[in-house]
């Protein structure tokens, strides 16, 4: 009885001090009305459903530290990062879902919050809906585009992310091949290592590390939360009252949010945390229909697979997982780096066989790669080895591809940007299947925490 006695009162105790510290953050929390005068907004499905916002936020890091993690520049005070959170109602699972920021998008009408200016709907690149009218436009646009209703709104901007990382002790993280952008900073071996907070934010910031851009950067960042959640649930932080304060400071410390995000609602994931592991978590990106989708004024943008996109959608509505059993590759595909998705070709025909270009693009597009489906004749119709032609920049895409085109022969040529062009030689046979050799990267599948997070 004494013992029974005594875990009751630390319980009682316990969640005592939880909710006074938690209410204390709430009322500290940044507000926003994300969802003034909105109408015809879609239907509640089941669970919560939270848009979360990455914003540049460099103003609020030291001069030191800015320079540091090459964070140079004015602030933009625009989207960095957009994924809508989905809590499951059981608070058993939780599904992230990225939007890229190059996604082609149709605003509605609207007043631009900086000019004042009234607009019609027109089209503009995803993360552009925040410059133009802010968060209200932000959850306008991205509930248009889903049908999934926005429950709550969280922006984090890169200093609560940095102070968060660094509260936690790091955070661990694994890659197979080194990683280096001159644009962040970013320099890591091959191995496992352990970020801190400015090292994690150039983890997440990167966009240069290989052709894959903005694509491969988001799965990057899935890999990153997916860490996070692993590094928070297993060090004892969501059991502790005083360290749970000390993590939800640090990461309510530049948020803001919408006005019905509070005390109740960060209790609420607090207790929902506490029984998460890296399994619990999946992450996907909308599927990808057109990766280069030319909008004049707008220049290249990413559109959407319509289908596949729907059908992800509705998942989140219904509640649904999305993660199926993870199956092995088949025997005969050939691992590579760069997944065939996120790689562009255009196929020459090298030879005066008629038709040997257009059976390469075919074969190449039915295996993944993102050819553009237009075939031309080479000026040399003498080629023997197939030759593919790439910008050193993308090697690793280029490497993918020869993987696919045994005996095909790699030809540098500087400035050609990530379009890589394979002349069709008369050795030409047929595409070996190739797949990545990270289950994370290429397309957009979903995949559960603990296939990514280190071992």
Same mark, same amino acid.
């Given at each position: 009885?004494?013992?029974?006695?005594?875990?009751?009162?630390?319980?009682?105790?316990?969640?005592?001090?939880?909710?006074?510290?938690?209410?204390?953050?709430?009322?500290?929390?940044?507000?926003?009305?994300?969802?003034?005068?909105?109408?015809?907004?879609?239907?509640?499905?089941?669970?919560?459903?939270?848009?979360?916002?990455?914003?540049?936020?460099?103003?609020?890091?030291?001069?030191?530290?800015?320079?540091?993690?090459?964070?140079?520049?004015?602030?933009?005070?625009?989207?960095?990062?957009?994924?809508?959170?989905?809590?499951?109602?059981?608070?058993?699972?939780?599904?992230?879902?990225?939007?890229?920021?190059?996604?082609?998008?149709?605003?509605?009408?609207?007043?631009?919050?900086?000019?004042?200016?009234?607009?019609?709907?027109?089209?503009?690149?995803?993360?552009?809906?925040?410059?133009?009218?802010?968060?209200?436009?932000?959850?306008?646009?991205?509930?248009?585009?889903?049908?999934?209703?926005?429950?709550?709104?969280?922006?984090?901007?890169?200093?609560?992310?940095?102070?968060?990382?660094?509260?936690?002790?790091?955070?661990?993280?694994?890659?197979?091949?080194?990683?280096?952008?001159?644009?962040?900073?970013?320099?890591?071996?091959?191995?496992?290592?352990?970020?801190?907070?400015?090292?994690?934010?150039?983890?997440?910031?990167?966009?240069?590390?290989? /052709?894959?851009?903005?694509? @491969?950067?988001?799965? +990057?960042?899935?890999?990153? &939360? !997916? #860490?996070?959640?692993?590094?928070? %649930?297993?060090?004892?932080?969501?059991?502790?009252?005083?360290?749970?304060?000390?993590?939800?400071?640090?990461?309510?410390?530049?948020?803001?949010?919408?006005?019905?995000?509070?005390?109740?609602?960060?209790?609420?994931?607090?207790?929902?945390?506490?029984?998460?592991?890296?399994?619990?978590?999946?992450?996907?990106?909308?599927?990808?229909?057109?990766?280069?989708?030319?909008?004049?004024?707008?220049?290249?943008?990413?559109?959407?697979?319509?289908?596949?996109?729907?059908?992800?959608?509705?998942?989140?509505?219904?509640?649904?997982?999305?993660?199926?059993?993870?199956?092995?590759?088949?025997?005969?595909?050939?691992?590579?780096?760069?997944?065939?998705?996120?790689?562009?070709?255009?196929?020459?025909? /090298?030879?005066?066989?008629? @038709?040997?270009?257009? +059976?390469?693009?075919?074969? &190449? !597009? #039915?295996?993944?790669?993102?050819? %553009?489906?237009?075939?031309?004749?080479?000026?040399?119709?003498?080629?023997?080895?197939?030759?593919?032609?790439?910008?050193?920049?993308?090697?690793?895409?280029?490497?993918?591809?020869?993987?696919?085109?045994?005996?095909?022969?790699?030809?540098?040529?500087?400035?050609?940007?990530?379009?890589?062009?394979?002349?069709?030689?008369?050795?030409?046979?047929?595409?070996?299947?190739?797949?990545?050799?990270?289950?994370?990267?290429?397309?957009?599948?979903?995949?559960?925490?603990?296939?990514?997070?280190?071992?």
């Amino acid at each position: 009885m004494r013992v029974v006695t005594t875990i009751s009162v630390v319980f009682l105790a316990s969640a005592g001090i939880g909710h006074a510290v938690v209410t204390s953050l709430g009322e500290g929390i940044a507000r926003v009305d994300p969802f003034k005068d909105m109408k015809n907004r879609p239907a509640a499905g089941h669970g919560m459903n939270v848009l979360l916002v990455g914003t540049d936020g460099r103003d609020k890091i030291t001069e030191e530290e800015r320079r540091k993690y090459r964070l140079g520049g004015a602030p933009c005070h625009c989207t960095d990062t957009m994924m809508i959170v989905h809590i499951a109602a059981d608070r058993d699972r939780a599904t992230i879902v990225s939007l890229p920021r190059d996604s082609y998008a149709e605003v509605p009408a609207h007043t631009d919050q900086t000019t004042g200016a009234e607009h019609g709907s027109h089209p503009i690149k995803l993360n552009a809906a925040y410059a133009e009218g802010g968060p209200q436009l932000t959850v306008r646009t991205v509930e248009n585009m889903t049908h999934v209703k926005v429950d709550h709104y969280l922006e984090v901007d890169f200093a609560s992310f940095m102070q968060t990382v660094d509260v936690l002790g790091g955070v661990n993280i694994c890659t197979a091949q080194p990683l280096k952008d001159s644009y962040t900073g970013l320099d890591l071996t091959a191995g496992t290592h352990t970020l801190n907070g400015g090292q994690a934010l150039q983890y997440v910031r990167s966009r240069h590390v290989d /052709g894959a851009s903005d694509l @491969g950067r988001m799965q +990057r960042q899935q890999r990153f &939360l !997916a #860490a996070l959640i692993e590094r928070a %649930t297993s060090s004892g932080v969501l059991l502790n009252p005083m360290k749970f304060r000390d993590v939800t400071r640090a990461v309510l410390g530049s948020v803001r949010a919408d006005q019905g995000f509070g005390t109740d609602e960060l209790l609420d994931l607090g207790r929902a945390m506490r029984n998460f592991s890296p399994s619990s978590s999946e992450f996907t990106t909308v599927p990808i229909g057109q990766m280069a989708y030319a909008v004049k004024g707008i220049g290249s943008t990413l559109k959407w697979d319509e289908n596949k996109a729907t059908a992800l959608f509705q998942s989140l509505r219904d509640d649904k997982p999305l993660a199926a059993p993870h199956q092995a590759a088949p025997a005969k595909t050939v691992r590579v780096e760069v997944a065939p998705q996120q790689i562009q070709v255009q196929v020459e025909n /090298g030879t005066p066989t008629d @038709g040997l270009g257009k +059976r390469m693009d075919s074969a &190449l !597009a #039915a295996t993944g790669f993102h050819t %553009t489906g237009r075939p031309v004749n080479a000026q040399d119709r003498t080629t023997q080895h197939s030759v593919i032609v790439y910008d050193p920049r993308w090697d690793r895409s280029a490497k993918s591809l020869a993987a696919a085109l045994p005996g095909s022969e790699l030809r540098e040529v500087k400035g050609r940007g990530p379009l890589l062009k394979v002349i069709a030689g008369s050795d030409f046979k047929q595409v070996t299947r190739v797949r990545v050799q990270d289950p994370y990267q290429g397309e957009a599948r979903v995949v559960t925490g603990d296939q990514v997070v280190c071992p």
